[in-house]
């Protein structure tokens, strides 16, 4: 398999801004509140401004996904606000090369962030979803004793409670561990 130019597919990638304002038409509204809604506490600055270097959030996503709506418009919030961070998003539907490195199960899941180095090569990733979520929905699915509708209704509601929170501390932790800093996500939120 050839490599990847992941400096390519950032270049080609929309800025947050553009992306916002010209590529969202599914649930416009939606996308709007999440975005309005968001915002970065700062424990979560401390730890991005404790971590250091320059990274690149390369976000695979779709408008249409559930899971993007409520987490796409949280890492914009975090490029905004974080020095040294900066966040573009490509179509998945558009860049199957890119997706098909980064699936998940086998499966082209999203939203799907991949952190990348100042030199545009991947060091980490995160997605499809917060891991305590994924977990949940991966249990009810398998028990099969619900209907994915109101497994997804719970999902929103559990996106609700959590404000972004749960995800940022993810995707702060790949950066953690891409700078070389380990694991311990646990310790500096509870210190935080």
């Known amino acids: 398999m050839a490599d990847l130019d992941y400096g390519a597919h950032w270049e080609r990638a929309f800025p947050w801004s553009d992306y916002f304002r010209d590529e969202i038409h599914e649930h416009r509204e939606l996308w709007n509140a999440v975005y309005a809604r968001a915002k970065v506490p700062a424990w979560v600055l401390q730890e ?3 971590v250091g270097g320059e990274w690149r959030l390369l976000v695979i996503s779709e408008d249409w996904c559930g899971d993007a709506v409520n987490t796409v418009p949280v890492l914009a919030r975090l490029a905004e606000a974080a020095p040294g961070v900066e966040l573009r998003v490509v179509k998945r ?8 490195r980064h699936l998940t199960h086998g499966a082209r899941s ?15 990733a995160w997605g499809p979803r917060p891991g305590p979520l994924q977990e949940f929905i991966l249990r009810e699915k398998k028990a099969g ?10 999902a929103r509601a ?6 972004g929170e749960t995800t940022l501390a993810e995707v702060v932790e790949v950066l953690r ?5 380990g694991s311990g996500a646990a310790d500096w939120r509870k210190s935080a």
Do not use: T
């Open 93 to 100: 539907d558009e860049n199957p090369e890119l997706m098909d």
């Open 177 to 181: 561990r891409a700078s070389g800093g």
């Open 48 to 50: 991005v401004e404790r």
């Open 145 to 154: 004793q619900r209907p994915a509708k109101e497994i997804y209704r719970d």
């Open 110 to 124: 999203i939203p799907l962030v991949v952190v990348l180095d100042r030199d545009f090569r991947p060091v980490g």
């Open 158 to 163: 559990w996106y609700a409670r959590d404000r």
